[in-house]
């Protein structure tokens, strides 16, 4: 006995020396200052558009930093859920941009990226973006347009943001985000996000395999460049990261694999169908559910789902706003309400998360980040994750995998 209680002191003192050594190691280690974190969207560029003309500026960021073999997306493939997902880490299912427009049971309003007053309106946008985490644990945040970002999120917008104008000119959205990093330190944010539309307006006028795009490219290759080297020229440039992702990718459509939804949706079995080719929420009344899924189920060319049926994997179906009758395009396949009213004639976006045409991209250049480092498939439900990390905030709870992402990390 007597020989066991000097074993379990010896064994206890060992543990609280241990401890102590712990303690004062941590307390001898100097924090790591935080670094910048820049982001920006380019929408709609496919992860294999560097390839498609001479891109020197994209390929200095892959040289010398880090580029992932492709960003898959979260399901539907349109703008508004997918940049949203980046800045949650959440499938659209979980944060409520089920689409770009879309009718809210839980508000009893419509949402529609084209009203103002719903796009700058916190209630439809649920879960918590990065720039919200980041305000609220006292780092600032700046947007140049990302979406989300107009709109006051559980009582948070980041300090610096813009209302959304289309046509403002792409160099004078790089000054401002550089002028940003040049503020006085209390005033500077740690964090940009800003967005460039211009692949995505190009692709859907003119396809992604199109001369438009080749140029739209080259243009854009040579922004960052410009982007770049005024970076280059500011006192905190070795403390900057730049991410570079795009929400989705863009697949050729052709006018002989078109189908017209009027002809299977009877209007007396409706209450409304809100969409954009190819992907549509159609909210049949209650009693009307199976007679309009049995009208759409077999016509060629899209993929008709009711609402439980949804795959799990598309981690969509659970939410209220979504409705109770889904029709998704197959792959190289249109759908519009009726002729002549296809906004679109090269390409389009919004298809399956897992076709390879909607995969977009991921690059990161700077101290955070891994030289010279090529990585497989990244989802962009983990970037939130991953911008939490670089930033040394707390995450807030996601559907992120930080296993799957924090590799292209440089060792601190
Ligand atoms: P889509 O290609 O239909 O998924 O939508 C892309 C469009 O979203 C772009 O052409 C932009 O005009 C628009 N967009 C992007 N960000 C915003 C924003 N913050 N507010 C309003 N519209 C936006
Ligand atoms: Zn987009
Ligand atoms: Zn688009």
């Known amino acids: 006995m007597k020989k066991f209680i000097i074993i379990a002191f010896v064994v206890l003192a060992g543990i609280v020396l241990y401890q102590d050594f712990l303690y004062k190691k941590k307390r001898n280690t100097p924090i790591p200052p935080r670094p910048y974190v820049v982001m920006l969207s380019l929408d709609g ?20 930093g880090v580029k992932a073999d492709g960003l898959q997306p979260s399901f539907p493939t349109k703008t508004f859920p997918n940049h949203y997902t980046i800045a949650t880490g959440l499938y659209p299912g979980n944060h409520g941009l089920i689409s770009n427009s879309f009718f809210a049971p839980d508000l009893d309003e419509y949402y529609s990226i084209r009203d103002r007053s719903k796009v700058e309106n916190g209630k439809f946008y649920k879960g918590e973006p990065i720039w919200v985490t980041a305000e609220a644990q006292r780092v600032k945040a700046a947007s140049y347009f990302w979406v989300g970002s107009e709109a006051k999120i559980k009582g948070y917008a980041p300090t610096y943001f813009k209302y959304y104008d289309h046509n403002f000119p792409y160099d004078q959205r790089i000054d401002t985000v550089v002028n940003w990093l040049k503020l006085p330190y209390n005033d500077r944010p740690h964090l940009i996000t800003w967005y460039i539309d211009h692949a995505d307006g190009v692709g859907h006028l003119h396809g992604p395999d ?26 905190i440039k070795d403390s900057v990261n730049f991410i570079i992702v795009s929400d989705h990718g863009m697949a ?72 109770n ?58 970037i939130y994750n991953l911008l939490a990390k670089m930033l040394k905030i707390d995450p807030a709870t996601n559907d992120g995998k ?3 992402i924090m590799q292209v990390l440089a060792e601190e």
């Open 45 to 64: 560029f496919r992860w294999d558009y560097d390839t498609k003309t001479h891109t020197p500026n994209l390929d200095y960021i892959t040289n010398n």
């Open 210 to 235: 199109s001369p438009e795009i080749v140029q739209s490219v080259g243009m854009l290759d040579s922004l960052i460049g410009v982007f770049l080297s005024k970076l280059n020229q500011l006192s």
């Open 252 to 323: 050729n459509i052709q006018n002989d694999k078109m189908v017209y939804l009027n002809k299977y949706l009877n209007n007396n079995f409706i209450d409304t169908a809100i969409g954009v080719n190819p992907f549509t929420l159609v909210y049949a009344k209650n009693k009307f559910i199976d007679s309009v899924y049995n009208s759409l189920k077999n016509a060629e060319g899209i993929t008709t789902w009711k609402k439980e049926d949804i795959p799990e994997r598309l981690h969509l179906k659970h939410n209220k706003r979504l409705s």
């Open 325 to 382: 009758i889904v029709v998704v395009a197959d792959s190289g396949w249109s759908t519009a309400f009726n002729k002549g009213g296809f906004i679109y004639n090269g390409g389009t976006h919004g298809y399956d998360n897992q076709n390879r045409d909607m995969y977009g991209i991921f690059y990161g250049i700077g101290p955070s980040f891994k030289k010279g480092y090529k990585t497989g498939t990244l989802y962009n439900i983990d």
């Open 402 to 404: 930080p296993d799957r």
